[in-house]
């Protein structure tokens, strides 16, 4: 059984950090591919970053330069760490992860098969 738990979220003033984490259990963080994903009220899911078990990441280009997708394989955990907070940023933050690793970097959330409960960035 497969388990994402989020935590870290909360409230920032602009410009300010902060860091998700994503621990998982059932599966490994290191196997396939694992991405942050955020929606906003009256929104769609969007991706935000992601990280293939090759170390490979890829961003959006609204959070590209502040934001940083990375993995602890030892604590089996996924983390997000936001700098240069906007309030566009804003959102409740899911992690997600592949059940089969591809080779190709995605970050459309139908890819994703396994999702946290989310926590939720205000940003104001």
């Known amino acids: 059984h497969v388990q994402l738990v989020e935590s870290g979220g909360g409230s920032v003033q602009a410009g300010g950090p902060l860091r998700l984490s994503c621990a998982a259990s059932g599966y490994t963080v290191s196997s396939t591919r694992m991405g942050w994903f955020r929606q906003a009220p009256g929104k769609e899911r969007e991706g935000v970053a992601c990280i293939g078990r090759d170390g490979i990441t890829m961003y959006s280009d609204s959070v590209k330069g502040r934001f940083t997708i990375s993995k602890d394989n030892a604590m089996n955990t996924l983390y997000l760490q936001m700098n240069n907070l906007k309030p566009e940023d804003t959102a409740m933050y899911y992690c997600?992860?592949?059940?089969?690793?591809?080779?190709?970097?995605?970050?459309?959330?139908?890819?994703?098969?396994?999702w946290g409960q989310g926590t939720q960035v205000t940003v104001s």
């Open positions: 997600a992860a592949m059940r089969e690793y591809t080779r190709t970097p995605t970050m459309r959330p139908a890819d994703f098969d396994y």
